[in-house]
């Protein structure tokens, strides 16, 4: 598993199971209730609801899941209050993370996570301990197929972007946060479809694991922290073999 290879991530979780669809279901509905609530429950104005409303397509979740979530994030249903935190912590050999959760329970998130991380050989940091080995922006994953580098250079720089990175799996397209809903808008018009769109921490640098019991460990961790239904995304620096 290489923690900061995105691509294999997105392979990764196309490769869900049914056993574990109520969960993926569970996590898109919370994003998409927190996406309708800051921006408003119309995907015409609304880019960051239209991506998500796309993932939970490509997810097959039902039709019903995704209008009751909209309406919470609304009003127009009642719901659960959900706040947004992240987490930073080492995992074994020195492996960097960040951990995006939402939860209605602080107190219960913050112990399920830390149990998490001290299972598997890590501990949790204080804030900015970790989070300065990462870029914090906005994430385009988008297959070669679907456009010649460098069309989509003149399309993502426009839309404002700051780069596109070219390699064997395809293109990614970096932007600042603030400008995440604008690409992501400008993409869909384009009639480019990413493989995964998000606002992600991305690792400055790596850090090798060659030691099988470390690799372990870490990938324990992710595993952990992937069976806790308040988080929402993992990031990680570590630099080990598929």
Request: charged fraction near 30%; avoid cysteine; proline fraction near 5%.
């Given at each position: 598993?290489?923690?900061?290879?995105?691509?294999?991530?997105?392979?990764?979780?196309?490769?869900?199971?049914?056993?574990?669809?109520?969960?993926?279901?569970?996590?898109?509905?919370?994003?998409?209730?927190?996406?309708?609530?800051?921006?408003?429950?119309?995907?015409?104005?609304?880019?960051?609801?239209?991506?998500?409303?796309?993932?939970?397509?490509?997810?097959?979740?039902p039709a019903d899941n995704v209008e009751r979530a909209i309406k919470k994030g609304t009003g127009e249903l009642p719901g659960v209050v959900f706040e947004e935190i992240t987490y930073e912590g080492y995992g074994a050999g020195g492996v960097a993370f960040v951990v995006k959760v939402t939860t209605d329970n602080k107190t219960r998130t913050a112990q399920d996570v830390r149990s998490a991380f001290a299972r598997n050989g890590g501990n949790l940091a204080s804030t900015g301990a970790v989070s300065f080995q990462f870029i914090h922006a906005g994430q385009f994953l988008i297959a070669s197929d679907q456009i010649a580098e460098d069309a989509l250079l003149e399309v993502a720089l426009d839309a404002g972007a700051d780069d596109v990175i070219a390699s064997e799996q395809g293109f990614e397209v970096r932007c600042p946060v603030q400008a995440f809903d604008r690409v992501a808008q400008?993409?869909?018009?384009?009639?480019?479809?990413?493989?995964?769109?998000?606002?992600?921490?991305?690792?400055?640098?790596?850090?090798?694991?060659?030691?099988?019991?470390?690799?372990?460990?870490?990938?324990?961790?992710?595993?952990?922290?992937?069976?806790?239904?308040?988080?929402?995304?993992?990031?990680s620096n570590e630099d080990s073999a598929e």
């Open positions: 598993m290489a923690g900061h290879n995105k691509w294999s991530k997105v392979k990764r979780l196309k490769a869900v199971t049914d056993s574990r669809k109520g969960k993926v279901f569970s996590r898109l509905a919370r994003d998409i209730t927190l996406a309708a609530k800051s921006g408003g429950g119309n995907p015409d104005g609304n880019a960051r609801l239209r991506t998500l409303l796309l993932k939970a397509r490509d997810a097959n979740m400008v993409l869909e018009q384009k009639k480019l479809k990413p493989e995964s769109a998000e606002i992600a921490y991305i690792p400055t640098t790596t850090v090798p694991v060659t030691d099988p019991k470390v690799a372990a460990q870490v990938a324990d961790l992710h595993e952990s922290l992937d069976e806790i239904d308040d988080v929402q995304n993992v990031f």
